[in-house]
Each structure stands twice: as structure tokens, then as C-alpha cells.
């Protein structure tokens, strides 16, 4: 705690008793409950009192530098930093520290049996700085958006348990943020990013949160348990009917693992009240006990790089010893009196309304009299004015919808194909129709079908259109062609060059 915070002498007697308890973290409360923290990870706030180093480190698209992310004083992250950092350019999380002071950061995580990735190294891609705004008590910070292919790791850790040594793992989640594929997990997963079939059975003991794995009663999304080839939801594998959804927008996951044959999980709307008990008992067989754990701590993947979930990470920490009931209920109403709240996606002077009518022109030199049109479902670029016919006008105008996967953020549909709609697909930007059969298919399509207009990457009046489940990707035109496009990332149309104007746009009055 810098000097000048601490309270006067004359406000002693009061003003210290509320200032230590308004900020006591989470980690706080599980040493006091004599299971420490071995890994603390945040990029909102500090899970300390007086933690005040580096949250979380984010690396800028213009020129790769990095810096760091601290607290105020109030423990949560000063976005002032960020913002400032990476004005007219873009930003990636980079790094999350461990608060703990044992080192066990999370980096970029390296590929797995599982899953390779176009990223320098095979490695998964970084998380988008801006994908997750938050307030915490009224103050604005950033969570970890995480999108298929994206993952945080650290191979060589220390403390985090091993065999089956007893621990237990908190994480604050998105139940609005989700899907049915393995694995958004966060938790402690093999050292060598490998699955090696049946004998690794409990060589992972982490949260997963989604709506895959073995289920429980409702819609989901599920708290359940990735403990190597197998979610799980309770004792079998099959679904856990006792247990129940948990979709609400900040939710707080509880994983256990006692030493001998015992583990537990655990989960509590975020937002209000106390935790349930979802599962307490012994493992699924003895393929599981004694755990095989081996001590990496794994974000947003499974232990073998399984990387199609997806979901949203506020903060997170894993003990040394398993926490009882009473040190976990005592965390939630921390976390509950630390006020999580949402905030809007959009960053811009966005003053189109539902219903109405857009046409979207490029403001890259080359292209500055071009407009985004499609043709069929092709999107492309193409010169329109006042004068072009009047299927051109349509083909290049788009109503604006509350968005389809989010309601924070707006869907486009087509003003030539009335119930086709503005979608990314493997990257590129197409207009297509909703299918009508699976949820999963249906949940895909309307995510991917969802855009966050922001201030112009190269500068206001201008706006750019942030895909709402891959937030490091923009609408970018590329020889013509419009795709969702990162700065920097690993494919031609994610180039460096030219990528402020290019994923820049002029948004007016549709020409239909
Ligand atoms: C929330 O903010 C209020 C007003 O600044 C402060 O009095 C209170 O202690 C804060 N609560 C927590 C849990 O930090
Ligand atoms: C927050 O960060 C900004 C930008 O770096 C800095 O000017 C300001 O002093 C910081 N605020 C506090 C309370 O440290
Ligand atoms: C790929 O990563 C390696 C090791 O981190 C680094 O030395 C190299 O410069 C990177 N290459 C590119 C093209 O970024
Ligand atoms: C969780 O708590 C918030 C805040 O009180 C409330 O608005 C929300 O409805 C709760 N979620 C569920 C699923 O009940
Ligand atoms: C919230 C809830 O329904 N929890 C139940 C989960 O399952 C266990 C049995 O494994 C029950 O004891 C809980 O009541």
C-alpha cells in the first residue's frame, strides 16, 4: 500500500477496520483458512489486500511493445494504463500474472497433442484486451474474452499439486459466454501437453464450465470437473440430473480435490447469494483415485490443448490443501460484495438505430469510394454511388438488428436477401441464412453473426467492427475482399500493413 492511503492517525480507530476489509481478496481469505494460494490470476482486480505489482502484461499490434497493468489503490486494474498504451492500435493480453508471488504465471500456451494452431510456434492465439469490459464496485476493468483457439499455460510451475495431493481451484466465469466444445477450462492439467489415453485418466484437475462434458439438469451451462477423458458432473459418466444450470451472467466455479478418494464441486451466482454444493463425493472409479495430477495450470484449454471452447475469465486461484466449505463461502461473499457488474461493448458514437438502414465505405486511400456489397453470399468491396443501379444500391445496404448473439452488440442483415444475414465463416465475411435445426449450430451461427462497433481504429468518425466471439478480428478488406482479420495474426489478410485504415469504415445512411 503506497504511504499516503493509510488512514490518519485521528481516523484510527474507525477508518481501519473498514479500509482492511473492503480490501481483503480472495487469497486473503483461503490463507487465513490455512490453504494458501499458489497461483492467483486476475486482469481485474487484485485478489490481495495491498497487492499492488503487475496484473496482467498486453502487447500492442503497431509496434509489439508490452507493458504492464497495475492496480489503484481500490485493488482493481487501472485501465488507464491500457487505454492510453493502445490508442489507435490494437492490443492483445499477453501475459497473466500470478499474484501469489510463486511465479506461476500464464503465457501464451504452446501447442498440445490435441490441437496445433497457425500462431509462430504452433502455439494458441493471445485473448483481445477489449473482448471483456467489467465494472467491479463501479470501476471499469477487462476479463479474459477467450474464443476457440485461444489459451493461456504454464508448464513449470511450482507449489500447484502433484499425485494426489490435496487442492482446490476458484474461477469467476460468463454463463452468457460458452459453448459444447472441450474444453474452457482453468485449472491444473498435465506438464507435457499430451493426453496419453487411459493411464492419464486423473492427471488433470481442473474447472471446465460450458455445455459440454457430462451435464447436469436444465440448458447448462454446467460447473463440472475436467479431470482427464472425462467432464464431470458428479460421480459417474453420465449427467449429474441433482445438479443444475448455472447461466448467469458472472458465476463463481468451485473445484476440490481431497487426498484419498474425495472431491467436490461447487457454484454460486456471482452477482447474489451463497454457493450449492453440486457434487460431493468419491471418483468416478479407480482408474481416478489416487489422482495422477501433475501440476501445470492450463486456462481456456484441456490438458491436451483441446481448444474449440470458449468463455470468459475474471479472476482465478488455486490453493495448496482443500479448502473447507466455510473458507469457500467466506470467498464468495467477497466476491459478491466486490460488485461484478456488465458494461457496454460498445466504445464509439454509435447512432444508428434498430430497423435502419446502412452503407458501410472503405477509408483506405486506394479504396476510399468503395463500399461493402455482396453478391449472393460473397462480400466484397465494390465502387457505388448515387448514380449505380438500383440493385448495386441494395446489394451494398444492411439493417441494423440488436445483435443475434449478444444483445450488447448489433447483427446486419441483407436489404437485397431479407433473412440473410452478415456472418463470419472460416475468417471471411459471407451473407447467409440462419439454419433452424441444432442449438449448437443455431448458437454458432447468431455468435458469429454478431459485431461491436468501436471508435475507427484510425481515428473517430470513422468505426470498426469488432467481431463479438473473436475480438482481436475486425471487418478488413483485403484485395477487395472483406474478412475478419487480426493485426498481425498468422494469415495474409491479417497483414500489418495498412490495417488501421483498412479495418476503418464510413458508416452512413444506406443508398436503399
Ligand atoms: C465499493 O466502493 C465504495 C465507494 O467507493 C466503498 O465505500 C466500498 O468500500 C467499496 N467496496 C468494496 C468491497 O471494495
Ligand atoms: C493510472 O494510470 C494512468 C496512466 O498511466 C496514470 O496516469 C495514473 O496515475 C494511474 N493512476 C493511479 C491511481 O495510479
Ligand atoms: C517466433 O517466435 C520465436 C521465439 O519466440 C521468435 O524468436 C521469432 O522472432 C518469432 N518469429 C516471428 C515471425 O514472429
Ligand atoms: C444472479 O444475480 C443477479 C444479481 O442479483 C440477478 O440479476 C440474476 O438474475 C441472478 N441469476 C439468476 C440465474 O438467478
Ligand atoms: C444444488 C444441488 O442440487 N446439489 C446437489 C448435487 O448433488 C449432490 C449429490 O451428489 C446433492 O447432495 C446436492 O444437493
Redesign the pocket.
Known amino acids: 500500500m503506497p504511504v499516503f492511503s493509510k488512514p490518519s492517525l485521528g481516523a484510527f480507530a474507525l477508518g481501519f477496520a473498514l479500509a482492511a476489509h473492503a480490501a481483503e481478496g480472495p487469497c486473503d481469505i483461503y490463507k487465513a483458512g490455512g490453504t494458501p494460494c499458489v497461483a492467483a490470476h486476475s486482469t481485474v482486480r487484485a485478489l490481495y489486500d495491498g497487492y499492488t505489482d503487475a496484473l496482467y502484461q498486453i502487447q500492442r499490434g503497431s509496434d509489439d511493445a508490452t507493458t504492464d497493468v497495475t492496480p489503484l489503490p481500490n485493488g482493481v486494474a487501472n485501465i488507464s494504463i491500457q487505454d492510453s498504451f493502445c490508442a489507435a492500435t490494437t492490443c492483445l493480453i499477453s501475459k497473466i500474472y500470478d499474484q501469489s508471488n510463486t511465479g506461476n504465471h500464464l503465457y501464451q500456451a504452446p501447442p498440445g497433442s490435441a490441437d496445433q494452431n497457425p500462431e509462430n510456434g504452433s502455439r494458441d492465439y493471445l485473448a483481445s484486451a477489449i473482448g471483456a469490459p467489467v465494472t467491479v464496485n463501479g470501476t471499469k476493468a477487462y476479463g479474459v474474452f477467450i474464443p476457440p483457439k485461444t489459451g493461456y499455460r504454464n508448464d513449470k510451475t511450482k507449489s500447484i499439486a502433484t499425485g494426489d495431493d490435496p487442492e482446490g481451484m476458484y474461477a469467476i466465469l460468463d454463463g452468457t459466454h460458452m459453448n459444447h466444445f472441450c474444453c474452457f477450462d482453468y485449472g491444473n492439467a498435465e506438464t507435457d501437453n499430451t493426453d496419453h489415453g487411459g493411464s492419464d485418466n486423473g492427471a488433470m484437475e481442473a474447472i471446465y464450465f460450458g455445455i459440454g462434458g457430462y451435464q447436469g439438469s436444465g440448458n447448462g451451462p454446467w460447473v463440472q470437473a475436467d479431470l482427464e477423458n472425462g467432464m464431470f458432473s458428479?460421480s459417474g459418466r453420465s449427467k449429474?440430473e441433482?445438479?443444475?444450470s448455472m447461466p448467469d451472467k458472472f458465476v463463481t466455479a468451485i473445484v476440490k480435490g481431497d487426498k484419498g478418494n474425495h472431491w467436490a464441486i461447487r457454484a454460486g451466482n456471482a452477482s447474489e447469494g451463497a454457493l450449492?454444493?453440486?457434487?460431493?463425493?468419491e471418483r468416478h472409479d479407480s482408474s481416478y483415485s489416487p489422482m495422477k495430477k501433475q501440476g501445470a495450470i492450463v486456462l481456456g484449454i484441456g490438458g491436451d490443448n483441446s481448444d474449440r471452447g470458449q468463455g470468459t475469465f475474471y479472476e482465478g486461484a488455486i490453493t495448496s490443501g482443500y479448502p473447507s466449505d466455510d473458507t469457500e463461502n467466506k470467498v464468495q461473499a467477497n466476491i459478491v460484495a466486490a460488485k461484478y457488474a456488465a458494461t457496454s461493448l460498445i466504445s464509439a458514437k454509435w447512432s444508428f438505430h434498430i430497423g435502419q438502414s446502412i452503407s458501410l465505405r472503405a477509408t483506405t486511400d486506394c479504396c476510399n469510394t468503395r463500399y461493402i456489397t455482396h453478391i449472393g453470399e460473397d462480400v466484397k468491396t465494390e465502387l457505388v454511388s448515387s448514380s449505380s443501379s438500383d440493385d448495386l444500391k441494395r446489394q451494398a445496404s444492411f439493417v441494423v438488428h440488436t445483435g443475434r448473439g449478444s444483445k450488447d452488440c448489433y447483427s446486419f442483415e441483407s436489404w437485397d436477401q431479407p433473412g440473410s444475414w452478415l456472418r463470419h465463416s472460416n475468417y471471411q465475411l459471407k451473407v447467409d441464412k440462419p439454419p433452424t435445426e441444432e442449438a449448437t449450430d443455431i448458437q454458432q451461427f447468431n455468435e458469429d453473426a454478431t459485431f461491436c462497433p468501436q471508435t475507427g481504429i484510425n481515428g473517430d468518425g470513422h468505426f470498426s467492427m469488432r467481431s463479438w466471439s473473436y475480438p482481436t478480428r475486425y471487418w478488413r478488406h483485403y484485395n477487395g475482399v472483406l474478412y475478419i482479420a487480426s493485426n498481425g495474426g498468422p494469415h495474409d489478410f491479417d497483414a500489418k500493413y495498412s490495417f488501421n485504415d483498412d479495418v476503418s469504415w464510413d458508416v452512413t445512411q444506406g443508398f436503399a
Open positions: 458428479g449429474n441433482d445438479n443444475h450449492e454444493t453440486m457434487y460431493d463425493g
